[in-house]
């Protein structure tokens, strides 16, 4: 009898032993925190319970901190965006490629892994096009966001607008949905937003803002883990996220509170974010 | 001094006294209130000055503590609008709004009005002094409003400037308001264009002072000016003070004008019953005049005066009366010092003076004038014989045959002991003689003593020219000697 219970315990130790990590989960504050925060516990929530890891979701204060912290490995897995993805493999090519996350096109309806950047102005602003806006006051969201500073500088100078000399005066303002409040408000005249953003402003205060320009499809974000995250580790998350269905309570609640149009994540590669490197000439 | 004088003296001098000292003691506790008025309005107004040097204190350390950090310096730099309103947004607490602008006045990021930003303030005055002079603190217009502004340069490396950051306390009665100690009270901060004060009310001001404080920047430096209201309180010690004045003022004229009236209605006739009783003491007016005057005086006045009246009219009676009976008493004295006491006839001493007047009347206008002496014959048999009752009865009863048959301007005395002699004016010595005649007759015929037929014997004279009295005295005397001796009973006229 004691024999068996040894046994049995022992196989209960190496099997809650192999299992029983913490995680923690960090994402980028590309929106308001707190709206991230409500919809990562319910992303954590469902890792947790595919892996069986005590999984923590973290919203870090910005990019920076992200990257510094998957760096130094207080954060196990991270969520970043794609601009942040491409430096951080550049800057630590150690870190390991879980998943991409896809959405539904709003346009096409499509699920794809990859979005846009929109230029964008009111409808009453009067400018009809990037030319007329000269002048005028243009925000970014963060210089280290894709849709909000990466590809709609890019697109930009691709029009031979040189954003500092061109508007008045560039600000800014860390969150698409900031930039999206102020151009609502008037606070600026032109500004850069991921589509998702501007989708949700105009499913919430109807056709205020017009389309300048579009950038080209950006891939999604990537999923990635610290290169301190076992293998093993690296694909039961990956199997987990391939696994979550398009209408998971998570997805829902991404387009309910941030309204993204979260479909579920998809398993691509590095050489996915290639596009992104040649856009940024890396 | 009268005593109309002193009555009023007597009434006015306590009330003045006590009007005077309740005036002094209410202006001590006036002058008392004023001092702590006063010595309150100062410490009032340090209060004021130290809670306005204390608010530029705190906005420019305020200023100061937001324009430091170098994460503020970078997010300027960056044109980092979340940064700077999240730094912003934690200050504003305390005051109305923070802003940061760009070196080219462009406002970054304004707290607490998130979304409001990329306005130009370039060339507001008081972002020029400030990238001017490093620092701002003064009294401006920000939003269409006065404000109270203060502001630091934001420098990078501590050098180069990258921007401003602007905190603003708008300028509002609650606010100006709460810089009060108290009640009673206005603070009104102004500059040359406008003023805000905390009370608009147009309520009487005692006293301003104006402060200056640090809020001095050019061009418009700020000014405050404590207004202190009038105090209802010391209004009223004023008003009590004044009235207190007023009234003893005015109970002092009515006094007086009632003490007036009171001497005149009741003072007055004792003045004139005085005057009345003096007059008649100098002798100007005699009793009767004194009692009329006292009649007229108690007929018309009070109760007391006319009691005095009353009892002055009694006295004065009492005392005509008793002068009546002295004037009674007086002739009778007189009487009988002109008199003889047994026959009522004059006596000899009153006779020598109707002599004397009736000789000078003679020797003045040489009208006729004769002696007639009678005496009694035999009156000492008669004294002897019949006792002295029976002597005095025939004495009597021989003056008033006398006395019923003289004429009326004769004049009738006993000479002596049984002497009569009788004063004819305007009569010669034939007249006096007849007269002298009857007498005898009379008598003759008509009185009788115990049964005795009483006689006289007559002596008649009339007075010559230059004759003194007792010369003709004399004359009469011997004639009725020769009366005696030829017989008695019988009229001898020389």
Redesign the interface.
Known sequence: MARIFTMVFCVFLLTTGAYADTVKIGIYPSNDPAKLQQVMDIFAAYLEAKTGDAVGAIVTRDYNELMRRIQDGSIDIAWLNTLNYVRLKKDLPTIQYISTYIERNEITGNILPFYQAYIVTRNDSGIMSLDEGRGK?F?FTD?GSTSGYAFPNMLLRKNGIDPHRFF????????HD?VA??LR?G??DVGAMSDGTYFTMERKYGDIFRVLAKSDPIPLDAVVAGETVSEEKVLLYRKALQEMPQDHRFCRNMREVLGWSAAGFETRDDSFYDSVRQALGD | MSLRVILFILVLLPFSVVSFLNIYSLRGVTSSYEENLQTSTRKSVDYIRREIDGLASDLDGMAVHLSRPREIVHALELADNEELFDWSVSFTTNVDSILYADIDGIVLARAPDEYRFGDDIGNTAYFQQTLAAGVYQGMTTVDGKMALVTCRVVRKYNDVPVGITAVIVFITPEMLSRLLPGTGMVLVARNSRTSVASDSSDAPVRSSFTLTSPFSAAPDPALFTVQILEDDSGESLHSLERSFLLNSVVAGLVVLVIMFFIARRHLVPYAEIARTIMAYSRKDIDLQVLQTRIEKIGSHKGPEIHAIARALIKMTNLVMANFRDIESLNKKLKAQAERDHLTGLLNRRSMDIVLTREMERVSRYGSPLSLIMADIDHFKHINDEQGHLVGDQVLCAVSESLAAHSRVTDILCRWGGEEFLIVCVETDLEQAVACAEKFRRTVAEGLQAQGQTVTLSFGVTSCQTGESTDAFLARVDSAMYRAKEGGRNMVVGI
């Open positions: 006051l925000a210089n008045k005066k560039v600000i800014f303002l860390k969150k900031r409040e102020a408000r606070a600026i």
